[in-house]
């Protein structure tokens, strides 16, 4: 099925940095979720865009509805241990159909 | 956010016996749930969407008669997997659609972790 272009694939970074990660679309979306996985549990939601240009956040966390609603990225301020799991991001195009979602972004963070 | 459970959380059966995996949307009324499989390091499959009331809607190559779905009311659907091989061993993930607030959003299980020997 249609997959998200989410990049990048994985990164370490020290912790205390900074991380930005980012989906692409082929298509216009009306939503943009972004969640954490960590290993043997279920996806968390972490924030959820509903209008193009949107910029919300949650903690350290903020993400942007992209203008051209293609595309969607994610931050994170101040990594600590505990930011490591997988994001994933995932959209919509409209009410009645399902999530479309991104591959993944494995994050490791080094104390 | 919205809480959704799952049950079991894991369970072993052996080959040939059928599982059944409940998810209930515990503090809102969902009336499209979904059904996901995941892969070790990949994202997530949808198996299926569950409609409370009617049948559920399969993704090209999911066996509806392999994965009986039931969505008997607002709160809970089911997952029965059917003469299991260990093939179908997998991490099952359900997720409920929740339309309140300002927008449509999803939220998912904890996840069962099938493993048929």
């Known amino acids: 099925g249609q997959q998200l272009n989410q990049s990048p694939q994985s990164m370490f970074i020290q912790e205390g940095e900074d991380v930005s990660m980012n989906c692409t679309s082929s298509s216009i979306f009306n939503t943009w979720l972004w969640y954490k996985q960590e290993p043997g549990e279920g996806p968390v939601l972490l924030i959820a865009l509903y209008k193009a240009g949107e910029l919300t956040s949650n903690g350290r966390l903020t993400a942007q509805f992209g203008i051209t609603r293609k595309d969607s990225f994610l931050n994170i301020s101040a990594s600590i241990p505990s930011d490591v799991g997988i994001y994933f991001c995932?959209?919509?195009?409209?009410?009645?159909?399902?999530?479309?979602f991104g591959k993944g972004t494995r994050l490791s963070v080094i104390a | 956010g919205a809480v959704v459970s799952q049950h079991p959380s894991r369970v072993i059966c052996k080959s040939g016996t059928s599982v059944k995996i409940e998810c209930r949307s515990l503090?809102?009324?969902?009336?499209?749930m979904f059904w996901y499989r995941q892969f070790p390091k990949q994202s997530l499959m949808l198996m299926a969407t569950s409609n409370e009331g009617s049948k559920a809607t399969y993704e090209q190559g999911v066996e509806k008669d392999k994965f009986l779905i039931n969505h008997a009311s607002l709160t809970l659907s089911t997952l029965t997997v059917t003469s299991a091989h260990p093939e179908d061993s997998s991490f099952y993930i359900c997720?409920?659609?929740?339309?309140?607030?300002?927008?449509?959003?999803?939220?998912f299980g904890p996840g069962t972790r099938l493993l048929v020997l």
């Open positions: 995932a959209g919509r195009n409209s009410g009645n159909t399902p999530l479309v």
């Open positions: 503090d809102f009324q969902a009336t499209t």
């Open positions: 997720s409920a659609r929740d339309g309140r607030g300002r927008g449509e959003t999803q939220y």
